[in-house]
């Protein structure tokens, strides 16, 4: 298939970009390079020293044999994009290319802004460009597990039957965001149901859990080829951040008493998912929503499993509970349906001690990099 991977200079978009050529797809990675611009604003690096877009691609050429396209091109400017469908006429368009980061959005206003206009219009004008010039082509959006937030009742996968005062209907299932960046996911997902219902456009969300690991078998194949791996208090997410807090030998910052409860997947699993959901296309007008995580864990667990792994490789590895600057429940009831990708052929990876060991070795050989500075918390939600 030609496949765009918009964000295919991030975190999940890179070793989906490598996924998807190694499978013999037709790969355009599209990509505005902020994320790097972002570590420069907050004064962060990737753990991994990754090289320069171009680079990377080259060295895959030379690894795989395999070419990836490479557009420099930022998805709120509707003549880029416009000029992406029009040239390269995606079969699918693979969309991670936003904001991701909740502490970022909630930095001061100026960002909670510069957050939806990057999302949100960025979203827009995809949908604006499918309409106009791949109405076939199939929109595979990443959004969050966090754009449900922690109800009482089992989360569904997109949609939920309700029978109200005596009559029934199929709803989307209702949302409770935490952060202006998961608001940013919601509303991405009302406009792409909107346009799948006035335009029939094809779309899949796929509302992911957060995602833990580092490497995938096309990242191993060369270390020019290694993945990024966010560390600070912004970008790093729980596991991730936790794994490299051990290996510098920093106490675990376990935010409040550690009951908050999520679903996680490992990156692995992500360029499966993205796969998959690019295999089975919706149909025309048809918005298909899965939710993509294979385990829930309390930070609290995530981090004694650190703890245990890292006293197994000799590391002195401490939890410190931390003052919260998120406003999350506690001791919440937390159970999220997740058997769409199960049912489309999904084997998921689960978290062992031997994968925690394997990337907190990699983080150990990283250690020089870190900047320590950055671990503890900064941004408040208050
Ligand atoms: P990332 O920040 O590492 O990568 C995002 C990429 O998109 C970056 O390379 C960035 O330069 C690019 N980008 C951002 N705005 C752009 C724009 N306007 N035009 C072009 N490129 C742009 O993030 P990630 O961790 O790879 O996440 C990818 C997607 O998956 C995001 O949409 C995120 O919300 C979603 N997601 C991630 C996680 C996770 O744990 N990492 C969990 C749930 C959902």
């Given at each position: 298939m030609k496949i765009v991977v918009a964000g295919g200079d991030g975190f999940c978009g890179w070793p989906t970009a490598l996924y998807l050529s190694?499978?013999?797809?037709?790969?355009?990675?599209?990509?505005?390079?902020?994320?790097r611009e972002i570590d420069v604003e907050l004064g962060s690096n990737s753990m991994t020293p990754i090289l320069p877009l171009e680079e990377r691609v080259a060295a895959w050429k030379e690894v795989s044999g395999k070419d990836i396209e490479v557009r420099i091109a930022d998805l709120t400017d509707y003549d880029a994009?416009?000029?992406?469908?029009?040239?390269?006429?995606?079969?699918?368009?693979?969309?991670?290319?936003?904001?991701?980061?909740?502490?970022?959005?909630?930095?001061?206003?100026?960002?909670?802004?510069?957050?939806?206009?990057?999302?949100?219009?960025?979203?827009?004008n995809v949908l604006w460009a499918i309409k106009d010039f791949a109405p076939d082509c199939?929109?595979?959006?990443?959004?969050?597990?966090?754009?449900?937030?922690?109800?009482?009742?089992?989360?569904?996968?997109?949609?939920?039957?309700?029978?109200?005062?005596?009559?029934?209907?199929?709803?989307?299932?209702?949302?409770?965001?935490?952060?202006?960046?998961?608001?940013?996911?919601?509303?991405?997902?009302?406009?792409?149901?909107?346009?799948?219902?006035i335009w029939g456009i094809r779309a899949t969300d796929l509302n992911q859990g957060v995602v833990y690991g580092l490497e995938t078998d096309e990242t191993r194949l060369d270390p020019r080829l290694v993945n990024r791996f966010d560390y600070d208090a912004v970008f790093g997410t729980a596991l991730n951040r936790f794994i490299i807090q051990a290996a510098i030998g920093h106490d675990l910052t376990v935010y409040g008493n550690g009951s908050q409860t999520r679903g996680y997947l490992d990156i692995q699993d992500t360029v499966r998912c993205i796969e998959l959901a690019c295999e089975n296309p919706a149909e025309r007008g048809e918005f298909k929503v899965y939710n993509q995580f294979t385990e829930q864990f309390s930070v609290k667990e995530l981090a004694e499993k650190v703890q245990k792994v890292g006293s197994d490789l000799g590391l002195d590895v401490k939890i410190a509970p931390t003052e919260n600057p998120r406003v999350e429940k506690y001791d919440h009831y937390y159970n999220a349906v997740h058997t769409n990708l199960l049912d489309l052929g999904l084997e998921p990876h689960l978290l062992t001690d031997e994968h925690i060991a394997e990337v907190l070795k990699a983080a150990q050989e990283n250690v020089d990099r870190v900047k320590r500075e950055l671990v503890m918390p900064t941004v408040t939600w208050k």
């Open positions: 190694q499978k013999g797809h037709d790969v355009t990675i599209v990509d505005n390079l902020v994320r994009v416009a000029s992406v469908f029009q040239e390269t006429q995606p079969e699918a368009f693979v969309h991670f290319a936003e904001h991701r980061s909740a502490p970022y959005s909630m930095i001061d206003r100026e960002h909670a802004i510069e957050n939806h206009r990057n999302n949100v219009e960025g979203t827009l199939h929109l595979v959006k990443l959004g969050t597990m966090g754009e449900y937030g922690q109800p009482n009742i089992d989360i569904e996968e997109g949609w939920i039957e309700i029978e109200h005062k005596g009559r029934k209907d199929r709803l989307p299932f209702p949302k409770a965001p935490g952060s202006f960046y998961h608001l940013t996911k919601v509303h991405d997902s009302d406009n792409i149901m909107f346009a799948c219902r």
